[in-house]
């Protein structure tokens, strides 16, 4: 996918958590990106390669917070 993500990016990813959401806010990035859901606030930390294979969509920042 090859694209820049940004803290506080929300992530909507393939696959849906347990609690039902599948969006996610990014809150540290590196080779691994740390993902907070949206829903529960559960924080998981991925290796780069597995996030960007499973994001479906980015929802950029400064849309957010309109």
Do not use: Q
């Not at 803290?7 to 691994?32: F, Q, S, T, Y």
């Not at 991925?46 to 920042?61: H, N, Q």
């Amino acid at each position: 996918m090859d694209k820049e993500y940004k803290l506080g990016d929300i992530a909507e990813m393939k696959k849906v958590h347990p609690c039902g959401n599948n969006k996610w806010k990014i809150i540290r990035l590196g080779a691994d990106i740390k993902l907070k859901c949206i829903k529960c606030d559960r924080i998981v930390m991925l290796t780069r390669v597995k996030f960007e294979r499973g994001v479906k969509k980015i929802y950029d920042a400064d849309e957010n917070s309109k």
